[in-house]
């Protein structure tokens, strides 16, 4: 029996990491845990408004997961799917990543 592909999901989650940024936030995410959006401000040297406008399409695409504590959200790398891809674009180990 052959395996079901959802082409349009894959397509989906490859225009999400298609923006240097957005691949950076992931793959930060992924590297260090959860974070919150001053973390990721610090780490990138963007400001929040521009960081805020890569989570949302993030979150749209699946990519990210948030989780409120308090006033802040933190964010976390959604699926074993996009840590396999991250790790395929950045020659890196999947297994090492935090999910």
């Known amino acids: 029996m052959e395996k079901y592909i959802n082409y349009e999901e894959r397509s989906n989650l490859l225009k999400a990491l298609a923006h240097p940024v957005r691949l950076q936030i ?3 995410l992924l590297t260090r845990g959860c974070h919150n959006v001053t973390c990721m401000e610090k ?6 408004s521009c960081i805020s406008q890569h ?3 993030l979150r749209a695409a699946g990519v ?3 989780r409120r504590s308090g006033n802040e959200v933190y ?4 699926s ?3 840590a ?3 790790a395929a674009l ?3 180990e999947a297994a090492s990543y935090v999910l």
Do not use: F, I, N
């Open 55 to 57: 989570l949302q399409k």
């Open 43 to 48: 780490g990138t040297g963007m400001s929040q």
């Open 64 to 66: 990210v997961e948030p």
């Open 90 to 92: 950045t020659g890196e």
């Open 26 to 28: 992931v793959h930060s």
């Open 84 to 86: 396999a891809l991250v």
């Open 80 to 82: 074993k799917d996009v």
């Open 75 to 78: 964010y976390r790398a959604a």
